[in-house]
């Protein structure tokens, strides 16, 4: 199906439904420490299950954990089993690997919805949400297709918005920091009869650490949720722009490069409860565009002259390679519905569920030529694409054992039909242990990138593969309660993924070229321990947030005769802490530390052996005894001025500071 007019005309209707919001529970968004083993985790099936029933090894995360970030991912890098590749810090382009999957192979859904990105995962983490304004974040450590969908191929993130309080109030925030880091956000939440609504609008900027880093973030979003009778309606309507110098981002052979992209996103969910059954649907849109030069146009940059080249008058003077025309543009649209219907009975619950999208883009340089196109219209190539995810499930729950089986079917337009099936299975060990298992399929389709993209020296192929997993996963949980304020999780785990037809971009020794390309079978395999304590503050200081863990994972295979570019490149060994602790004064700390073992060529730093990220933080709060309160922090990253890069030659900043102050009014 080739993208014309009259295929965006269809899609209106759908985006126009979008434009009003989206779904899921409402969370409790205080920020006070959770009790995790009672908090209820959404990514593992199609209904809420307490953490220590979960039958997948997931993490969820304290609000305070994200609570200072610029973006989620800060927060997410001390996750264990996720790696957090950055090309721009603060969130400006940040990859999500889980358990050595590729940044294309992580899913994400906000408040029941999952998102999708088909142009190139690299924009999938483009979130049009502030930190402040999310609930609850968990990462789910496996293969979840049977409940994601297609590309949750090596785990999934899953979030909700905190639109849904009871309180009418109004924050105002501002940050400064290292490289001229400015932040300022405006918050308001208010309620209208039994509708209960939240605004945000932030901006952030930064004349950027190295040469060609600046970047400017905007931000604004609208949610509301609202309640009648036994029907729950909850939505969003947000929207980002980014633009950002992007040094070495891609390419070290044209290192002057910049990007500008903007996201829009907005959905609606219904959810229903009576007597046996359950019923929840859910519409989105997204809108996503970028604008991509390979040498970065202006004043100052590179300029067109009039005999048709892009000349920069830099330090050394400098022309754009003979073969380059200007800017890629690309404007992908997708646009999904889906629905779940629910049925308890004693032991048993059935589920059927469904996800159906249209993924849409229009570019200068990826898909095939459209009809009909304007003389001067940009966009002369699209393509066009249909999927459906369909689900029916069983789950037993009797004494000491809880197990569940999944068939899922994906049929896609152009990649055909794939069988995602999923079987789970937990055994309970008195109260406070139990001993769970996992195994299922996973299938990932191609980005228009992977299939189209051909130009300054990296190459697509239109006849890749979708690739797949089979996984299996399985792990021992035991929840301690020292006493009524505190909880400590531990939890051990292995995990095996084979993977068939990977899609990587990689480059035979002795060619300059990246090119898209289907691995063969591939097998990891892995484990993770982890131990986390939580704990109510209390009047003497305490630590309230802890929690240490240690991955490690490897494959049967290695580059020979070739670099991988993402397949290959994963982090080996993984080890992460996190400590909080607060009480007894106005002051909190916080201490947070990541070291690494990279298997690839991707990351590089001044220690070949282990890379060591360390932070503190100091957070204050205070109140005028009535309506007003502030809170505070002054945060410390990279704390030993580690000079490494994420990915290729992008150079990530040394130590860097930022203190934030933030003002709220409570009717």
Known sequence: MILNKSNWALLAPLLIMAWVAQAGGIIDTTQAVVALDEAAVIGVDFEAESLTDAPKSLTVLQPAEWQSSASITEALEFIPGVDVQSRGAWGIQTDISIRG???????????????????????????????????????????AGPWAGVGAFSGAINMETNTGSSANRASFSAELGSFDWQRVRAHVDWNTANVSHGLSISRASTSGHIFNSD????????????????HRFKGLVAGETKAFGAQNFYSSVYPDQ??????????????????????????????????FELYREGAGWYELTDDGFYVAELATPDTAALWYTGANLHRSLVGATNALAQWKSGNWTLSAAADAR?????????????????EDDPYVLGETRQNLDTYASAKWSVDKWIASATAGLNSNSRFGNSFIPAAQVVRK?????????????????????????????????????????NQAEAGFRMVLRPSDASRI?????????????????????????????????????????????????????????????ATWMDADRASTGFTSNYVLDFVRTKY?????????????????????????????????NLLQLWGVEVAFTGNDGGRLAWRGNVRLDNLFDVQYADRGSVLQPGRMVRFGLTFEWNE
């Open 215 to 230: 970047a400017t973030i905007q931000r604004l979003m609208y949610g509301w949720a609202w309640s009648t009778g036994i």
């Open 258 to 291: 910049y990007e500008e992209t903007g996201a829009a996103v907005a959905q609606v969910a219904w959810n229903m409860d009576r007597k046996k059954w359950r019923f929840r649907a859910g519409v989105h849109g997204r809108l996503h565009q970028d604008r």
């Open 489 to 549: 999780i531990l939890e051990a785990t292995r995990f095996y993924r084979e993977g068939a037809n990977l899609i990587d971009w990689i480059r035979y020794d002795g060619s300059s070229v990246f090119q898209a390309a289907n691995l063969s079978e591939i097998e990891f395999q892995g484990g993770d321990l982890t131990v986390q304590y939580t704990a109510t503050s209390s009047d003497a200081p305490r630590i309230t947030m802890a929690r240490l863990s």
């Open 429 to 469: 060990l008195g109260t406070h242990a139990r001993v769970f298992a996992s195994a299922g399929r996973s299938v990932r389709h191609p980005s228009f990138t992977d299939l189209y993209y051909n130009i300054g020296g990296a190459i697509g192929s239109d006849s890749l593969q979708s690739e797949c997993s």
């Open 576 to 608: 992460d802490a996190v400590c909080r602790i607060e009480g007894g004064s106005p002051l909190a700390f916080t201490l947070r530390g990541s070291m690494q073992e990279r298997n690839g060529v991707a990351m590089q730093w001044e220690d070949t």
């Open 358 to 374: 249209i993924e849409s883009i229009r570019s200068n340089r990826l898909g095939q030529p459209l009809a009909g196109v304007a």
């Open 101 to 143: 999957g590729s940044f294309e192979q992580v899913a994400l859904r906000v408040d029941g919805m999952r998102w999708s990105a088909p142009h190139t995962g690299h924009h999938l983490m483009n979130i049009p949400i502030d930190p402040e304004d999310l609930g609850h974040v968990e990462v789910v450590k496996s293969g």
